[in-house]
């Protein structure tokens, strides 16, 4: 993979990250209204978790790589979870769920496994690999989100206030794209590995997927 420039790397992920698409089962279940209303409190459970972590994992990257284009990249990301966490909230309310329910649930391992992973590379991975980690996995996990909502919305007559959060990352930042692609350039100038940067997206993906395998478990 010598060589190979950061436009390259993004394309690749891209390709590599929609051959490995499956079936969302929790999702089709989901949009078919066959999911329980104390399941919808594990997607609120975990996603409080989630949303929390990622936070500090990117503000760790931006205080690592505080220089452009990284350190306003990952100040941006750190400062759109804290407005999800905040949105998060509503959803969780509207389930019934105050700030203690969301505090007390017990979240699931594999669910975990994702915010795990960027905490890990945050600590001990570079830049480069969670810009094209997070920017090969948009597309597919914003369009989740955007179906979490509309199901919400027309299966169990959630409001726009409760189902914010799902619309706030249904559509990618302006610029998030290119900001990525900068990082991940910066990091090939500066000698990252290009395997390491290109392994990031697969395994990211990979628990992401856990994650909605775990809230699917037993519905089907």
Same mark, same amino acid.
């Given at each position: ?94 389930? +019934? ?27 001990? +991975? ?48 302006? +610029? ?45």
């Amino acid at each position: 993979m010598a060589d190979h420039t950061a436009a390259e790397l993004v394309a690749r992920a891209q390709g590599e990250i929609s051959a490995a698409a499956l079936p969302n089962q929790f999702l089709d279940a989901l949009e078919r209204g066959q999911v329980p209303r104390d399941r919808l409190s594990w997607l609120a459970g975990e996603e409080y978790r989630i949303v929390d972590s990622d936070r500090r994992s990117f503000a760790l990257l931006a205080s690592r790589y505080p220089e452009r284009p990284a350190g306003p990249f990952f100040l941006t990301l750190a400062e759109g979870e804290a407005e999800a966490f905040r949105l998060l909230h509503d959803f969780a309310a509207a389930l +019934g769920m105050s700030e203690k329910d969301l505090h007390v649930y017990e979240p699931r391992p594999l669910a975990q496994a994702y915010p795990a992973y960027v905490a890990q590379r945050a600590l001990f +991975g570079t830049a480069a690999e969670v810009a094209l980690a997070m920017l090969a996995n948009l597309e597919e996990w914003g369009s989740y989100c955007g179906r979490t909502a509309s199901a919400l919305r027309d299966q169990y007559g959630f409001g726009e206030t409760a189902v914010a959060f799902f619309r706030y990352f249904a559509e990618s930042p302006p +610029g998030f794209a290119e900001q990525a692609e900068a990082v991940v350039a910066a990091g090939l100038a500066a000698g990252d590995s290009p395997e390491d940067i290109a392994r990031a997206p697969r395994l990211l993906h990979a628990y992401e997927t856990a994650f909605w395998d775990t809230l699917a478990a037993g519905l089907i």
